[in-house]
Structure formats: structure tokens, C-alpha cells
DNA sequence: ATTAAAAGTGAGTAATCACTCGCTAATTAA
DNA sequence: TTAATTAGCGAGTGATTACTCACTTTTAAT
């Protein structure tokens, strides 16, 4: 059987094609800062094409012209929000990061990571909301979203982990125990920080917030001093 | 300035209206049902009337004999989960499992808690995920989701964190990182399980799962041997 | 300056949307 | 049994949907 290309697969060849901002026209650029602004506002569906025209002060006729369907123009928003995730030359970050592995502990590695995060999931703040929202949907945008985002970095950071049990810095835990671990808390410093703001967050600034975060992850939040 | 009631005190005014499922007709079982499968499948927006009547077989006219709005049909669909999440009589588990908590240990705690919750949200995963898709547009919603699951939860936790500080059985950090710590834990522990089932997590039984974020939550992925 | 291509327009399209209304069928109260 | 209420129906409502197309304007290449 002769499977049709993954959405995975047609996503890189789809980014290869995308425009740069720079190569598109005024209004091509309002038509997509105005999706983003709806999308992320009401949803895909809730937002019509007759809004986003409106919103981006151009005539309906115009969004066809440049976009050849609704769903491709959330293709256009999410897309490159998937490949700053994935893309070899952001995650470079991320491989940078991990890199230099023995000449940093475990714990410098993952405040550096959980800090490059927290800034990528700020400056995209509206485009992960929309990827977000649609990865509960469509099965193929959730299937690309875990296999950039999360097949990518398990690689690395299981290979990190291994490395730095066999070092005697991290226990010896099954890997995956590790890796959800780790996860789990960079996913609830970023929710409590983006959807949850009360005051008591607030109080304290992001790297005190990181660094604690990374103390718990690594200490535990049981008390060992007895 | 005469506040309109909030959406939570309207909730709870709404649920006591709700009518109990034993005293529904066949037909409006059948449409809550079949609303609840396609907003699941589809999203809100992305349902129509027409397709809800369809799926329920029952005619269009029916379901606004019942429901005098779509968006009231997605109210009789996420209250009652809601309500689960929150209402006295079912965060009774909640409460009895914090109850006896100088009987109990930490760690025998927020293990059940766990348990309690993975049960949870397992016994009514469709209902939650409209939930969350929906707390994503609509502020109403957000604010009731937070309202009931997240501050009813963080007071009894952080009365149990404060007093197992003070025992000595948790290292004395800001109550407000221990609640994140553990409730980050609980959410990657669903997160993975529900929409990451690779072979690697799901080499491990619920319980082990369980135990062994319980234990990574106390003691850290850190090796202190040395 | 000429020409071809691309960008932009807005009225128009069939389909679909949530919802109504006048009606019949079934259930309940008296 | 009769009267009154509720449940169920489905054709019909105007509004809105994503999208098209014949047309004009702008841009770019020769």
C-alpha cells in the first residue's frame, strides 16, 4: 500500500515553500496578523473570512488570491511556529544547550532549557495558543505538533539523562520516569505563568521561579535532613 | 455598579436546575450524547444543530424544545463535569483523603490523590476535553474551571503542605512552589498517559507510574548517595 | 512605453447556519 | 374520558458561511 505523504512530511515540504515575511505584501502581511489576532481570540471555526477581512482592512476577494482555502491560512499560521520548534536551526538552541554537556551539570542544562523555553512560549505566545487549540482536532496537526516537539528533544534528552546517571549525577530511574519529570515541570511553569497569574506567582521573577523549579526537579520537595 | 451575577454563582444556580439524567426522555439523552461525541470529535464550533439531530435521531425542532440555544447544550454538557471537579459532595474524595493527614504520611497522600484523579478524568475523558477546548475561548468557562478545580484544591493543599512543613516531612520552600511541583506532576502524569501512549510509558502499570512520580516528587531525580 | 503577470476588488453564489413555528402525537391530571 | 400539557416533528426563516469570478489597479520586465 502506497501511503500518501504524512502531514509530517508534506509540512517540511510545505515550510520549504512558505514565504518569508520580508516577500510578502502589506496586505498579505495584515491578513495574517489579523488571522493570528481572531484565531487565537475565538478559535478556527468561530472566526469567519468575512472577520478576518475586515480585521485586516482588505477585500475577502484578497484572501483568496493569496490563501487558497480557510485551513490554509492556519496551516500558514501554525506552520512555522512548528518548525521554530523543530527546525534544526532553532533547535540548534536546544542543541547548544545540550552540547557542552559534560562541562555543565545537570542542573545548569536544564535552567538554560527551561529559560530558552519560557522565552520561545512567550514571544509565541498566540501562534502556540492557535497550535494548541487545534492539536485537540485535527489528528494531523497533533501528530506533527508531538513529533517535532517531543520525539525531537526525547532523543536528546534520553541520551543526556543516560549520560548523567552513568556519572552518578541523576539516580538511576527508568529514563522515561526522568524524562516526564522534567517535562512535567517545565509545562507547569509555563501554565501557571501564562494562565494562572495569581499574586502569589507573581511574587517571584522567572529565574527565581526556574530556580526553584530546578531545585524541586532535582532535590525532591521532601525532607532528606533528618 | 450593580455586578451581573458571575458565571460560577450562575453555575451553580444552573445545576441545581439540571435536570437529573433519569428524568430525561430517551430523545434527550440521545442529543446530549450525541452532542457530547461531536464536540468532542469536532469542537463546538465545528458542530452543527442539523448533524447534533442526525447523531441523535431525533429532528431538529426537538433539540430546541430542550435546549433554547447550541451554546446552552454545551452548559448541560460541561456542568455536570464541572460540578464533579468541584461540588462538596464529590470533593468529599478530595477532602477525605486530605482528612486524616497526620495519620498519614506525604507521600500515602498524594498518591491516592493521584489515583483519585487519573480515575477521574478517565471516567469522563470526552467530557473533559470539551471542557478544555472550550475553557481556550470562552473567559466564563476558564474563570469556573479555575475557580473550582484549581482554587478549591490549592487552599486544602496548601494547609497540608504547610502543616507537613512543619512536622518536618517537607523541606520548608514557598508553599506556592511545593503546589506547582505537585500539581505539574499530576497533569504530565494524564498528559502522557492520555495523549502520549508510546511503548515506553506504557511499559508500566498505572500504579507504577504512580509510585514512581510520587517518589521523583519527594526526592528528586538528583543522586544525593554521594 | 508596452506588455504581461500579479495583487486587489466586491458583488454574487450555493450551501449551511442556528433557530422558529404551526402542527400532530404522546403523556399526564382531573 | 376529557382537557391540558409536554414531546416531537420538519418545512421554512433570514443571516452568514467559505469561496468564485469578471473586472480594475499596481508592479515589474523588456
Redesign the pocket.
Known amino acids: 500500500m502506497n501511503k500518501p505523504p504524512t502531514f509530517v512530511e508534506g509540512l517540511l515540504q510545505y515550510v520549504e515553500e512558505l514565504k518569508d515575511e520580508s516577500e510578502m ?4 502581511r495584515n491578513i495574517l496578523r489579523a488571522s493570528v489576532k481572531l484565531f487565537a481570540e475565538k478559535g478556527f ?1 468561530a ?5 478576518i477581512a475586515k480585521e485586516a482592512g ?5 484572501i ?3 490563501y ?4 490554509d491560512i492556519l496551516l500558514a499560521v501554525v506552520a512555522p511556529v512548528l518548525v521554530k520548534f523543530a527546525a534544526p536551526f532553532i533547535l540548534k538552541d536546544v542543541r547548544e544547550i545540550f552540547k557542552e554537556q559534560n562541562k555543565k551539570t545537570f542542573s545548569q542544562i536544564v535552567t538554560e532549557l527551561y529559560r530558552n523555553r519560557i522565552d520561545l512560549v512567550l514571544a509565541n505566545e498566540k501562534h502556540i495558543r492557535i497550535l494548541l487549540q487545534e492539536a485537540f482536532f485535527h489528528d494531523e496537526i497533533r501528530e506533527a505538533l508531538i513529533a517535532t516537539v517531543f520525539t525531537g528533544v526525547k532523543e536528546m534528552a534520553n541520551k543526556l539523562i543516560e549520560a548523567k546517571v552513568e556519572v552518578g549525577e541523576l539516580r538511576p530511574l527508568p529514563t522515561q520516569a526522568v524524562f516526564r519529570a522534567i517535562l512535567s515541570s517545565m509545562i507547569g511553569l509555563v501554565l501557571f505563568r501564562q494562565v494562572l497569574d495569581t499574586d502569589e506567582f507573581t511574587q517571584f521573577s522567572d529565574d527565581e521561579q526556574i530556580a526553584l523549579t530546578v531545585d524541586i526537579l532535582l532535590n525532591g520537595i521532601g525532607n532528606h535532613s533528618i
Chains 1, 2 share one sequence.
Open positions: 505584501t502589506e496586505k498579505q471555526h472566526s469567519s473570512t468575512s472577520e482588505v477585500a475577502e476577494g484578497t483568496f488570491r493569496h487558497k482555502s480557510k485551513k
